[in-house]
Every structure is written in C-alpha cells, then in structure tokens.
C-alpha cells in the first residue's frame, strides 16, 4: 500500500496527521432532521437497499459537519435476511427476526449466499457515494460473528444474552457450523465493500463484551473474529476492529486482528494503550452521553480525551459507541470544530 494522504487513512495506518481526524458511529442517523425528513417517506429497510437513497443519507452528515470520514448507510442485520431470517424493524422497538435460530437444524437450513445476490444494494450505494465523496474515506462495516449470532437466536435485542449463551454451551458444534456461516457470509460481504469503493472498513462486535466472560470470549468468538480479520487482510484497507463492553479483555480483542481498535468509554485511551501496545492506532473513546450535557462539560470530556492520547500518532476521535437519536446538532458541529482546531501535540 502507497502511504495515505487522508488525515483518517493515516491514523489507520499510525502515520502523523496535521490534527486528530474524526467522525462518529452512527453519524447518519435520527439526530438529523435531513435523516428524520427522509425516513417520513421511505422504511428503514428501503432506505437500506436503494442505492441512491443510501447513499444522500451517508452524505447527509458530510455536507452538514465536514466530518474526516463517512460510514455507509445501512445496518448490521440485513444480511441475516440474504441467510433466510425473516428481518424487521418495528418502529419504536428495534429490530425483530420472525424466524430466530431455536434447533442445530435452522443452523443448517441457513443459506450462505454471496453478498451480490442479498446485498447488491448497500454495494451500489458504496460506489455511488465513494463517487461523490471525492477524497473523504468511506468506511465499510459488517456485523460480527458473534453479534448477529445473538441476534439471530434471540429473534431481536436482549438484556441477559441467555438463548444464545445457552445454545452455544449446550450446542457447541452447531454453535462451530453457525459462526463458520457467518465468518463466510461476512468476510464475503466485507471484501466486496472494499472491491465496490470503501477505503476502510469497521467490523462491529456490539454484544460479545456484554454477554461473556474472558474465557468464553477465547473460546466462543476468539477464533471466529481472528479467521474473519485474516480474510480481511485480503481488502488493501485497514480495518477497524470495535467491540463494546471489552475492555475486562481488551488484550484478547486486540489479539484478534485488525489495523485499528476500536474501544468504548469504559477505559480512558492511555489505560487501553499501556495494555495493548502504544503502537497500535486506536479509534475512539468519548462517552456519546457527553453530547447531551451543556458545553462546559462536553468541553471537558473532549479535553480528557484528547489529554489521554496526548497527540500520539493512530488517534482516531470517535464515540466509544453509536450517538443518541436525542443529541442537539449544535454540539456534534461544536464538538467537530472544537477537535478540528485543537493543536495536536502540546510539546
Ligand atoms: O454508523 C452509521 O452511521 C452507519 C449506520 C449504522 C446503523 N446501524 C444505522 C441504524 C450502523 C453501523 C449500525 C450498526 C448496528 N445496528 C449495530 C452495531 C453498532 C452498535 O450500535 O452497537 C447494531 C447492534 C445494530 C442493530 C440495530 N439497528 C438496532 C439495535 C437498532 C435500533 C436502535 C434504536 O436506537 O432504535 C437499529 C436501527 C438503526 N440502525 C437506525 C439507524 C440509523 C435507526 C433506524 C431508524 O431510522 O428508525
């Protein structure tokens, strides 16, 4: 790879950059009165699979704040339904699969298409909006394994992870069958966004952290993730590999791969950094709650963040998880010029 000249690019690769380059997980979204005014017209799924729609909605937060990169406008879940998972986003609920995964049978009947038969969309949308971006990075993504397991065998979000934790004790060469589907299914799809035009692209691992122990993670996941990110050094683009609720084993995370780890808030970056290595680039880590407080107090987050990181080189300014739908726009433009002017080395 010749070296990169985008400022976000760079940190990927823990090259210097003129100032920290940031964007936001969920940076297109309901917070957005432009989003709000196009998701009055068309479902979340149309919005998903029509290239041109997908593709305003991923320039919508560009134009608007000027952000270092853009993130493809889709969801994790929709390639479950190319594996025959009946997906639905039920308003004011979240999303719901019709047909969860209950016996090693469903693991078997589920289907392993290639992502241009079920995703043709989302890889259209990629172009077109890599077109129009011009130098801006956009960045891929793809649920991981373990996240869209959870999904799937709980049929929609859960708080105790206790369908799938007990398919995958009680089950364990389904629970093999069932990870190796979606480490093909995923790798596939995630190649293809690098082929369609991604310059990067974001592996979310949202669930795993919440629901296992360190030595379920090494035995359950661990595995799965690293075959994944191997597959993936196949792209040309770094990848960013983030996990939520990690940081008890964050050493095990990093041990999986990837250009880039991407960390919640639970540990200030410096900590992460002493136990994983401070040449590895790392993405984030303000708490997204901090852009409902007034100012004075996202101010101070933002400077801790920024202290903590203390201008070194693979810095990449992030939430440590997706914004709220109830963040005023007026702090995501302050909290962008206020990262885009700070100098980046004090010494
Ligand atoms: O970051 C981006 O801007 C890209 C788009 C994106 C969405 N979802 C759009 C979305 C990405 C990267 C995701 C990832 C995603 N989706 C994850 C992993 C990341 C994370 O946040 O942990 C998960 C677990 C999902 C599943 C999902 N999709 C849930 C739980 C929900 C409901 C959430 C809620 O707050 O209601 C969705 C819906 C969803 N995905 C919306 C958006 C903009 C809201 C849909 C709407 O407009 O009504």
């Given at each position: 790879m010749t070296e990169p000249t985008a400022r976000f690019l760079r940190a990927c690769c823990g090259l210097p950059t003129d100032r920290t380059p940031i964007w936001l997980m969920r940076?297109?979204?309901?917070?957005?009165a432009e989003y709000r005014a196009l998701r009055a017209q068309h479902s979340m799924l149309e919005c998903i699979h029509t290239p041109e729609l997908a593709a305003e909605i991923t320039l919508q937060p560009i134009k608007a704040f000027g952000f270092d990169a853009a993130i493809i406008f889709s969801d994790i879940l929709p390639p479950l339904a190319g594996m025959g998972l009946n997906l639905e986003f039920v308003k004011g609920e979240g999303p719901v699969l019709h047909n969860r995964i209950e016996t090693t049978r469903d693991v078997d009947m589920l289907a392993v298409p290639?992502?241009?038969?079920?995703?043709g969309g989302t890889l259209k949308a990629i172009e077109l909006a890599a077109a129009e971006l011009g130098t801006t990075p956009l960045i891929g993504f793809a649920g991981a394994p373990f996240t869209l397991a959870s999904y799937a065998i709980e049929g929609g979000g859960t708080k105790t992870y206790q369908r799938v934790k007990s398919f995958m004790v009680r089950e364990p060469a389904a629970w093999k069958r069932l990870m190796n589907k979606l480490v093909t299914v995923q790798g596939d799809y995630l190649l293809k966004q690098a082929k369609a035009g991604a310059a990067a692209l974001q592996l979310f691992d949202s669930w795993a952290g919440h629901a296992l122990s360190k030595q379920d993670y090494v035995r359950y996941v661990q595995p799965y993730n690293k075959a994944l990110l191997a597959a993936l050094s196949k792209a040309g683009v770094p990848v960013i590999n983030f996990s939520t609720g990690t940081t008890p084993y964050i050493e095990e995370v990093a041990a999986c791969g990837g250009d880039v780890i991407g960390v919640d808030w639970h540990l200030p970056l410096d900590e992460v950094w002493a136990r994983i290595g401070y040449d590895q680039p790392i993405q984030g880590n303000l708490d997204?709650?901090?852009?409902?407080?007034p100012w004075r107090e996202l101010q101070t987050r933002v400077d801790d963040v920024l202290m903590r990181a203390n201008g070194r080189s693979g810095h990449i300014f992030n939430l440590g998880h997706g914004i709220y739908k109830e963040t005023p726009v007026e702090n995501v433009q302050r909290l962008v010029d206020y990262v885009r002017e700070k100098p980046i080395r004090d010494a």
């Open positions: 940076q297109a979204g309901r917070y957005m290639p992502a241009e038969e079920t995703m997204p709650i901090a852009l409902l407080a």
